[in-house]
């Protein structure tokens, strides 16, 4: 799936983005989430940036303890979100490849 022209918001600081304020949804969500969010990551706000229309979606975890899944990616095909399944994943929207290295996520320009 090739991504369509990115949607460009006007540069400036945010403590949030508020859809109601931008006029769209964005095109790439990234939660670093926690053993009190990630139910909520991955499942009310799966669920409502799908809906939304957010192309991508990636959620890490990033507790220094054995976590299962500890990094996940989605892309939207269609009207809903497909899991992405690799070491490293590349996001269309970002043009960089997103990496879990120990508890962190890396990164990294492909080139």
């Not at 540069?11 to 983005?17: I, M, Q, S, T």
């Not at 009310?44 to 507790?63: A, I, N, T, W």
């Not at 690799?86 to 990496?99: C, D, I, M, N, T």
């Amino acid at each position: 799936m090739s991504a369509g022209p990115p949607i460009c918001v006007p540069k400036g600081e945010r403590d949030n983005y508020l859809q109601w304020q931008e006029g769209f949804a964005p095109q790439v969500v990234m939660e670093l989430n926690s053993k009190s969010t990630k139910g909520r990551d991955t499942g009310e706000k799966f669920d409502l940036y799908q809906e939304l229309g957010v192309e991508e979606y990636y959620l890490f975890d990033s507790r220094k303890k054995p976590v299962e899944n500890r990094f996940r990616a989605y892309r939207r095909q269609g009207g809903e979100f497909i899991r992405v399944i690799g070491e490293a994943v590349y996001s269309p929207r970002l043009g960089l490849e997103l990496v879990p290295v120990d508890f962190r996520l890396r990164l990294r320009c492909p080139r």
